[in-house]
């Protein structure tokens, strides 16, 4: 059985008085059902971070998978 890599990056370009932050993560896992229920995980995370300090979670957008 073959490997599947999936690796990410992101850019955002906003508006002056609005703060950016660009996290980028990196796995490797067996199938492409694994990669992408670990990337699910890890917006949903990130949602909760922002709801946690009293921010809209759909603030977190995925630029590019």
């Known amino acids: 059985m073959g490997t599947i890599s999936v690796t990410g990056r992101g850019d955002?370009?906003?508006?002056?008085?609005?703060?950016?932050?660009?996290?980028?993560?990196e796995s490797v896992f067996?199938?492409?059902?694994?990669?992408y229920e670990q990337a699910k995980s890890n917006s949903s995370?990130?949602?909760q971070i922002l709801e946690y300090n009293k921010l809209n979670g759909k603030l977190a957008k995925t630029i590019r998978f």
């Open 12 to 25: 955002i370009h906003v508006v002056p008085d609005v703060t950016r932050l660009e996290i980028s993560v």
């Open 45 to 47: 995370w990130m949602v």
């Open 30 to 35: 067996k199938s492409y059902e694994e990669a």
